[in-house]
């Protein structure tokens, strides 16, 4: 079993930055694949940013590559996700995960365990 805790999540204007973290407990973290999704109030959950173990390739969607970085600290079981330019669209519930795998990580069905998420909202 893992365990995780999403933390950092607010209330941002536009253009801002927020840094959320996901503390991680119970099996070896480094071995996990750690993702990022989000889901805004009517809407399904969408990928974020996933950073796969081992190499530590990352992988963004469209909508915020180039604005948001996924990083792990192995050593403090943690993965972050750093937000910056934010817009009043990436507002919304966003979920840490972690998944055994290393293929298919846009897809929220490869992931097997979830955090409780953090809210983050952008003011225009």
């Known amino acids: 079993q893992v365990q995780l805790v999403e933390s950092g999540g607010g209330l941002v204007q536009a253009g801002g930055s927020l840094r959320l973290s996901c503390l991680a407990s119970?099996?070896?973290?480094?071995?996990?694949?750690m993702g990022w999704f989000r889901q805004a109030p009517g809407k399904e959950r969408e990928f974020v940013a996933a950073i796969r173990w081992g190499d530590g390739n990352t992988d963004y969607a469209d909508s915020v590559k180039g604005r948001f970085t996924i990083s792990r600290d192995n050593a403090k079981n943690t993965v972050y996700l750093q937000m910056n330019s934010l817009k009043p669209d990436d507002t919304g519930v966003y979920y840490c995960?972690?998944?055994?795998?290393?293929?298919?990580?846009?897809?929220?069905?490869?992931?097997?365990?979830w955090g409780q998420g953090t809210q983050v909202t952008v003011s225009s």
């Open positions: 119970g099996r070896t973290f480094s071995s996990y694949t």
């Open positions: 995960a972690a998944s055994g795998t290393l293929v298919q990580l846009r897809i929220s069905g490869r992931y097997d365990y």
